[in-house]
């Protein structure tokens, strides 16, 4: 079936360090490709998306782009800063039910 | 502003107590659905509704329950609660299907702890 497969955490970085988080999945069809981050205590938010192949999705300086031909949506930014410190989530649009399908979330720690 | 609300944001039972998470959005969507978050899990959907007195069962639908009277309303019953029910429950809203690309507005979440 469809699935989303993420790297696993905690990923801990310094301050204006360099962020890559993997994220791969497996589809029937052309999902729409989504990253959404939950900050301590509250709900998930959409980050960034991408709805076809080779498009960037960009927000808050991370960017993603959606590779068919590796089926991944790897998350970047180029310098963190410690209030991104949260779990982040890759997902796919091809749940069944209409609903997304969500990797297991990246907890991303960031040191001053 | 539209927005989605849960409550109560926190809530400790007992094994075998009846258990009723509200969730309530004002952006007149038709879908609403129900997460479980656990560690090492992530995400699991509960149940989901397409619209009034629509509901379907999701990936770990077995001792929930909802019901979908209105657009804004779709309350989540645990039967008998059981330890295993110990989650975080998100509830979300689309406006589209995600497969039209729909964007899910999460509320900020319900801690259910089961004793």
């Known amino acids: 079936g469809n699935s989303v497969t993420q790297m696993e955490g905690p990923v801990t970085l310094s301050e204006e360090a360099f962020l890559t988080i993997n994220c791969t999945y497996t589809?029937?069809?052309?999902?729409?490709l989504f990253w959404y981050v939950q900050y301590p205590g509250e709900g998930l938010q959409l980050l960034l998306k991408?709805?076809?192949?080779?498009d960037k999705g960009s927000n808050k300086g991370f960017e993603a782009t959606y590779r068919k031909e590796t089926t991944s949506f790897h998350l970047e930014k180029g310098s963190v800063q410690v209030s991104d410190s949260a779990v982040y989530f890759c997902?796919?649009?091809?749940?069944?039910?209409?609903?997304?399908?969500f990797g297991k979330g990246t907890k991303l720690s960031v040191k001053p | 502003d539209a927005e989605i609300t849960q409550s109560p944001r926190h809530k400790i039972t007992e094994t075998g107590r009846q258990v009723t998470l509200a969730c309530h959005q004002t952006?007149?969507?038709?879908?609403m659905f129900w997460y479980r978050q656990d560690l090492g899990h992530g995400l699991r959907l509960i149940h989901y509704?397409?619209?009034?007195?629509?509901?379907n069962k999701g990936e770990v639908s077995d001792g929930y329950s909802v019901s979908r009277s209105n657009t804004e309303d779709l309350p989540l019953t645990l039967e008998s609660a059981a330890s295993s029910q110990t989650s975080v429950y998100f509830c979300?809203?689309?406006?589209?299907?995600?497969?039209?690309?729909?964007?899910?507005?999460f509320g900020e979440g319900s801690r259910l702890t089961v004793l």
């Open positions: 979300a809203s689309s406006g589209r299907l995600a497969g039209g690309t729909g964007e899910l507005f």
């Open positions: 589809a029937t069809g052309y999902p729409s």
């Open positions: 991408a709805t076809k192949a080779d």
């Open positions: 997902a796919q649009s091809g749940g069944s039910q209409g609903n997304l399908i």
């Open positions: 952006w007149n969507h038709n879908n």
């Open positions: 509704s397409y619209g009034v007195q629509d509901t």
